[in-house]
């Protein structure tokens, strides 16, 4: 595998990992009881703290890319494993 396909699904796994860590731990001001600005929106997060989040989705992404990567060069789970409909013959033909 080239490294730049290695780059690009991990960047994927990290995206993927960011929209699943976002919403964990996030307070807004009626949870929390603290008094909103002028114009502020009534769901926005009180608590937010971007660092444990990148922390997170860091983790959460080399985790995932590992256990994929794994699999990509051990043949754990492969096409054939998981092709229920028999899909793979009517393509092949």
């Keep these: 595998m080239e490294w730049?396909?290695?780059?690009a699904i991990?960047?994927?796994f990290w995206v993927i990992?960011?929209?699943?860590?976002?919403?964990?731990?996030?307070?807004?001001?009626a949870e929390?009881?603290?008094?909103m600005v002028k114009?502020?929106?009534?769901?926005?997060?009180?608590?937010?703290?971007?660092?444990r989040v990148l922390l997170y989705t860091t983790l959460l992404a080399t985790f995932a890319f590992i256990l994929f990567y794994f699999n990509y060069t051990n043949h754990w789970v492969?096409?054939?494993d998981i092709d229920f409909?028999?899909?793979i013959e009517r393509i092949r033909g």
């Design 4 to 7: 730049t396909s290695i780059l």
């Design 10 to 12: 991990y960047v994927l």
């Design 17 to 29: 990992s960011a929209f699943i860590i976002l919403p964990f731990g996030i307070r807004n001001h």
């Design 32 to 35: 929390t009881g603290v008094e």
């Design 39 to 51: 114009g502020q929106a009534d769901g926005a997060p009180v608590n937010f703290k971007p660092g």
């Design 78 to 80: 492969t096409v054939e």
């Design 85 to 87: 409909f028999g899909s």
